[in-house]
Nanobody, 123 residues
């Protein structure tokens, strides 16, 4: 069964950058891969996704600051986060959907999930 492992989270000051990694094992990334986040006391929200063909999508809250990209040779997907804000603080999850519906507005559409990595943006 497909397993996903996130890494790269940590503590960063506002305006700083982090790169999150999502490594897959068991299966190749033949479908959309999404990034989600969940802040304390809030529901999980979609951040970004990338299709197998390289099409990308971003939530309005991160557009222009975050970039999602693939390294197929490493079976990995990355989320480059720049100009981080305190409101970006959350546990970040990567996920894979087996369906053709890739929108991260519907988290239940995603079938496989990593365990999450904590991102804290604070001065």
């Amino acid at each position: 069964q497909l397993q996903l492992v996130e890494s790269g989270g940590g503590l960063v000051q506002p305006g700083g950058s982090l790169r999150l990694s999502c490594a897959a094992s068991g299966l190749t990334l033949d479908y959309c891969v999404g990034w989600f986040r969940q802040a304390p006391g809030k529901e999980r929200e979609g951040v970004s996704y990338i299709t197998t063909g390289g099409t990308t999508n971003y939530a309005d809250s991160v557009k222009g600051r975050f970039t999602i990209f693939r390294d197929n040779a490493k079976s990995s997907v990355y989320l480059q986060m720049n100009s981080l804000k305190p409101e970006d603080t959350a546990v970040y999850f990567c996920a894979v959907t087996l369906s053709p519906f890739c929108s991260t507005a519907v988290p239940s559409n995603y079938d496989y999930w990593g365990q999450g990595t904590q991102v804290t943006v604070s001065s």
